[in-house]
């Protein structure tokens, strides 16, 4: 099946630098991905739509200078979280639509779990 | 407004016993309707999904699922549960439409005692 990749799964950086989380789709394309932050028990909110070729589309209230997203290939969207502070740590997961699904089903990465100190 | 609601945040089992997690949803539109399962710090996994064809609808793990128009109901069902389905459950909608939009439910943690 469909298996979506996230790299790092665990990351801790200092405050006021930046990280990258990579989201690859491991054998299938995927022009369209998307990214959520999940606040401890809390669902997960979207963040942005990941489009290949073209910019993100942000939801209200998340800063695209603060995150930034990259779909450089079919395969590949990397999230940035610039110049990171304590309030970012969070859970960040992304997803890809399965593809010949008809039914838009998504299947989820793992999971980066970002801490900042 | 198209929206997914969630009953209950917490729900309790003795193992064995049967599991079920509640979900409604409102829409204008013809949903379709997903469960996913998060265990502790990982991601999401796919238990079933639901769309327009059978009502009730089987998935991994002995799960299942009905769902049912009239009441915009899609609640999940387990005959009896064990241990191992203690995790965070979390109902999907994607209304269609021009956009499409991924909604997700506040989700519902279930513990199932011993």
């Known amino acids: 099946g469909a298996v979506v990749s996230q790299h790092p799964s665990w990351v801790i950086c200092k405050s006021g630098t930046s990280v990258k989380i990579e989201c690859r789709s491991l054998d299938f394309q995927a022009t369209t991905m998307f990214w959520y932050r999940q606040f401890p028990k809390q669902s997960l909110m979207l963040m942005a739509t990941s489009n290949e070729g073209s910019k993100a589309t942000y939801e209200q209230g998340v800063e695209k200078d603060k995150f930034l997203i990259n779909h450089a290939s079919l395969t590949l969207s990397t999230l940035t979280v610039t110049s990171a502070h304590p309030e970012d740590s969070s859970f960040y997961i992304c997803?890809?639509?399965?593809?010949?699904?008809?039914?838009?089903?998504?299947?989820f990465g793992a999971g980066s779990r970002l801490t900042v100190l | 407004a198209q929206s997914v609601t969630q009953l209950d945040s917490h729900v309790s089992v003795s193992e064995g016993t049967p599991v079920l997690l509640r979900c409604n949803y409102s829409s204008s539109y013809s949903p379709s309707l997903f469960w996913y399962v998060q265990h502790p710090n990982k991601g999401l996994q796919l238990l079933l999904k639901y769309t327009s064809a059978a009502t009730l609808v089987k998935g991994i793990n002995g799960f299942e699922a009905e769902f049912k128009k009239s009441e915009t109901s899609f609640h999940l069902t387990k005959p009896s549960a064990h241990m191992s389905d203690a995790a965070e459950y979390f109902c999907v909608v994607i209304f269609s439409g021009g956009y499409q939009k991924v909604t997700f439910g506040t989700g519902t943690k279930l513990q199932v005692i011993p």
């Open positions: 997803s890809a639509r399965s593809p010949g699904s008809g039914a838009n089903v998504l299947t």
